[in-house]
Each structure stands twice: as C-alpha cells, then as structure tokens.
C-alpha cells in the first residue's frame, strides 16, 4: 500500500538546508520515491496562523520503501545536516 509522508520545514540555516535537499533528494531518486508537492508557506484560511516554513509531500510505493530510505546508513549520514539546518516534522498517511 502507498504511504504519503508530510515533511514540515522550518528553515535555520538556508545553506545547508540546500545541502540537505540536494543529498536527500538523491536518495530519494535511489528509493523511488516521488515528490508530489513542494511549497513555501503563504497564508491560513481557517485555524492557526503557522509561522514561515516550507511544506513538502512526498509518495512512497510501501512501507518496506518508507523504511529502506529512512533506515538507510546514506540517510543516517543526512541526519546531523538535516538538524542543522532546519526543525523538521515527518508524519505518515496511507494514501487512499
């Protein structure tokens, strides 16, 4: 089954975010993993105003992928750049 992950952004240090992206994405494209969307936050119609950060979804074709590519050691090695750069959040949705 198709698993959706949102990924929340918000941006410390734009540089080696960049940094990130770039490592991450190439791993994503090893995985298979397909970017559905990509923003930078605008504004709220209803609910809580959220502060500047960047919205991504990403799909990923099963759980044994979501794992592979989040247990990977490639990953690991993305993980102390990723907390430099940025507060990051991760949820997951099976995709309907």
């Known amino acids: 089954m198709p698993l959706?992950?949102?990924a929340k952004a918000v941006i410390l240090n734009p540089e080696k975010f960049?940094?990130?992206?770039e490592g991450a994405g190439k791993l994503m494209l090893d995985h298979g993993v397909e970017v559905v969307m990509r923003g930078r936050y605008d504004h709220t119609l209803k609910g809580a105003t959220q502060g500047e950060h960047i919205m991504a979804a990403f799909r990923y074709d099963s759980r044994d992928t979501l794992e592979a590519f989040f247990?990977?050691?490639a990953y690991a090695e993305l993980i102390p750049l990723r907390d430099e750069a940025?507060?990051?959040e991760f949820q997951v949705?099976?995709?309907l």
């Open 4 to 6: 959706l992950m949102i």
């Open 18 to 21: 960049a940094n990130y992206v």
């Open 71 to 73: 247990g990977s050691p």
């Open 86 to 88: 940025c507060e990051m």
């Open 93 to 95: 949705y099976e995709e």
